[in-house]
């Protein structure tokens, strides 16, 4: 439970009405959007996609470059290939779990967490889900009491 500073390494100042620009900058690998990896296009949305990746890492304790991960599984299949197999207490970091609490209501608060991160993920921008609407689909989440 240690606390980390989250950098999606591209930092970019959009004008007025400017809501995307293509460039060159350098990004994490694991974080990026793949606009931005395929055409160096930088957007709001590429920032949903790295918050994403940011929400199911923070729930899975894995990072998008662990070791599990490469080019047949990444870390968005893992979770969704999970949610489809209702299995997600696998994924779920272990430490986010009481051993005597019920599961049940965890469960279903942390199924809410994970279908939010993946809605960031769409591979096309447009199809993404706003910040807006992240907020309130996470504050509308409710978490279980913890005894």
Same mark, same amino acid.
């Given at each position: 439970?240690?606390?980390?500073? =989250? ?7 959009? &004008? ?7 460039? +060159? ?14 055409? &160096? ?10 918050? &994403? ?16 991960? &490469? ?5 968005? #299949? ?7 197999? +209702? ?7 272990? +430490?986010?779990?009481?051993?005597? #609490? ?6 279903? =608060? ?9 809605? =960031? ?18 504050? +509308? ?7």
């Amino acid at each position: 439970m240690a606390a980390h500073v =989250c950098d999606f390494s591209i930092s970019k100042i959009f &004008g007025n009405g400017e809501t995307m620009i293509q460039t +060159n900058t350098l990004a994490t690998i694991g974080y990026m959007a793949p606009e931005y990896g395929e055409k &160096g296009i930088v957007s709001t949305s590429g920032d949903v996609y790295s918050f &994403g990746i940011i929400l199911l890492e923070t729930f899975t304790g894995k990072k998008p470059t662990d070791d599990i991960f &490469g080019e047949e599984l990444n870390l968005k #299949q893992w979770v969704s290939k999970s949610i489809e197999a +209702n299995s997600v207490m696998k994924v779920v970091d272990r +430490n986010l779990i009481k051993k005597d #609490q019920n599961f049940y209501p965890m469960e279903q =608060c942390l199924l809410s967490i994970l279908r939010v991160g993946l809605l =960031c993920l769409s591979d096309l921008p447009q199809e993404r889900i706003n910040m807006r609407n992240i907020v309130a689909r996470l504050e +509308n989440i409710e978490v279980p009491l913890v005894k």
